[in-house]
């Protein structure tokens, strides 16, 4: 017989011991599981038994330190969450990398485009506006590009 949970509320494993809110499981349960995670899945817990999963973000840990099960409707705004905040992240540093060059071509004025006159400042300003309100829209927020 073995164990699996959490002495600490932040480190699963297997103990050969029972405790405060141990599951039990067979030797072969644990055999199984362990050969289930070494391919990739996830060992998490229901509270009451042990089992493996291609999918783990449908699963977490609460406050409480007990096991739930997210919906799909979570999963998604989860996702969609993360790659918001991934957009966000890389409009900021674009913006970040445009800045260095507008310092540039400040310290350094230039013409982009002789038919035009539009200088290298000015075309630096129209993009950073342009991923500027992007990420206005993304936010909500104006000037939220620090």
Known sequence: MQYYG???NLNYG????NFESAIPITDSQMLDLINQQSIGRKIVS?????FST???EKYYINELGLWETRTD???????EEQ???IKINDLKKEISDLDAKRI???CEPAIKNNETGETWLDFYNSQIIYLRNQLTELTGETNDFE
């Open 6 to 8: 959490t002495k600490d």
């Open 14 to 17: 297997f103990f050969k011991e």
């Open 46 to 50: 229901d509270n009451i038994s042990v």
């Open 54 to 56: 291609d999918t783990p």
């Open 73 to 79: 409707e979570e999963i998604n705004k989860q996702k």
């Open 83 to 85: 790659e918001k905040n």
């Open 104 to 106: 540039r071509a400040i």
